[in-house]
């Protein structure tokens, strides 16, 4: 009887302490979430080509990548705060100022960092989408279609899509 009242409040003690933890540390992630602010820009960035068609390609060859250049054409810089693509077989990297950030990948599969990139006016950068069509293994042959997403500050136009296609053969 004494070991399994000493075993009872242990367990009670041992919950109360996790349960510390976790409210611990989801209310640091609600204090340092409330305090970021966004500053908007009223500046947005622009694309020429949102869209790549990389034709046939073959599962064998491995992966594919395509650039895609935006520009701030505004009169405020424009600051990259997130990229994410559509699956996991995809990657992209920002390019800009000669330094590289990424690869970011699809949401749920992996961490997903912010960036807090600035786009300066009259700059250009690029996003480089990788696409690794042996990721599905064999049965991820046939036509695709992936997204990359480029979130930003501007209040404009917070949100570019960029999109790719390709026929995936073995």
């Known amino acids: 009887m004494k070991n399994q009242t000493r075993g009872i409040i242990l367990g009670i003690l041992a919950t109360v302490i996790v349960g510390g933890i976790i409210l611990f540390a989801w209310q640091s992630t609600q204090k340092s979430t409330a305090t970021v602010q966004k500053e908007w820009s009223a500046s947005a960035l622009e694309a020429g080509e949102t869209f790549f068609d990389f034709g046939t390609i073959s599962m064998a060859a491995g992966g594919v990548r395509n650039s895609f250049a935006v520009r ?3 009169a405020e810089p424009v600051t990259i705060t997130k990229i994410t693509t559509s699956c996991m077989c995809t990657k ?3 390019k800009s100022g000669g330094r590289s950030f990424g690869p970011f990948g699809m949401p749920g599969h992996g961490a997903v960092p912010s960036i807090r990139q600035e786009i300066m006016p009259g700059e250009t950068a690029e996003i480089e989408a990788v696409f690794d069509p042996a990721a599905h293994g064999p049965s991820g042959t046939g036509k695709i279609r992936r ?3 480029v979130e930003t500050n501007s209040q404009t136009k917070p949100k570019l899509e960029f999109s790719f296609a390709a ?4």
Not at 167 to 170: A, G, M
Request: net charge negative; glycine share 8%; charged share 10%.
């Open 167 to 170: 026929d995936v053969t073995p």
């Open 92 to 94: 992209a990297t920002l």
């Open 72 to 74: 701030n054409a505004g």
């Open 147 to 149: 997204i990359v997403t």
